[in-house]
């Protein structure tokens, strides 16, 4: 009897082992599988943007992670949208999501990013860090979430001469689908903004975006007929905002929209908070235009009757008038 009890509990253990072996291995197959579906599909779907006159490229395209997770890597990644004449390169790029919930996808990318466009624009973008995580659901790309860290760029336009840098300790920028309409949110900090052959404009500070563009949720996983570009767009800045600290805060709102040619229109209210101490800070990077700054700083406290004032400024095809009829600026195309 005890050699047969033996000889039961070995013959139960060797088919105990032989079905995990067998798990395995037909797990073990299957993410193989997985994988060499996903990468197929993945640059199915890259090249089947041709059609719409967009080129992407995922340099050395191979997926990883086995066995609990799966995860696309790219050397390189470009993009090319010739119907809009813009352009783009991308350092490495690495990505991960976990086998049981697939929905959920963190990934890396190495910098820098450069992009051009038709009109002149060029900007390029490096960082220390950067760390974004989205949410999938049937209808694609609910979210996303997005952390850079030290980030600096690069601003040119050939159109008109301007060149500007901006950098940000901190930023983190966050998507979401509202319906038919695209949710964007931004904070950068301890920012700094310098423009070419000018004294530093501003000193150091925070700045945040809260906007709704109409229509286009697509944007934010590609399903977008008009990709990633803004020609055409309309949209709403619910809070746009930049604080130096000590109540010195400028906040703009209102409803604005892009043409096709990439010009900015919009009907926008700015509030400006502690206009003395602004009219300070600009005075000492300005000082050949101390007086100017004086007057103007006295007509909106006029306009506010205090610390604070509104001004409604409106933007016809980059031409920024204040009041709607005195031309204080211009936006270049983009």
Known sequence: MAASSRTGVSGKLWLLASGVVLVIALYTAGWFYGASVLKERTLSLLGSQEKRGISAECTDADYRGYPFRIGLFCSKVSVDDRANGISAMFGSLRSAAQVYNPGHIVWELDSPIEIRTGHGLSVSTTWENFQSSLTTRFRGVERTSTVVENARTNIL????????????????????????DLDAAMTLQNTDVVMKDLPQLLPRFTANLDLTLTGRAGMIDGSDPNGTVLYGTEGRMRSVSADLGDGKLIT????????????????????????????DSLSQAFPQIAPTLKTAANMLSALGRGKSASLDLTINRGKVFAGGFIQIGEIPPI
């Open 157 to 180: 336009s050939s159109a008109t001469g301007q060149a500007f840098n901006i950098s940000a300790g901190h930023t983190e920028i966050h998507l979401r689908q509202n319906g038919t």
């Open 252 to 279: 703009v709102s209102g409803p604005f929209s892009f043409d096709e040619q990439g010009y900015l229109s919009g009907k926008l209210k700015l509030r400006i908070e502690q206009i003395d101490a602004w009219r």
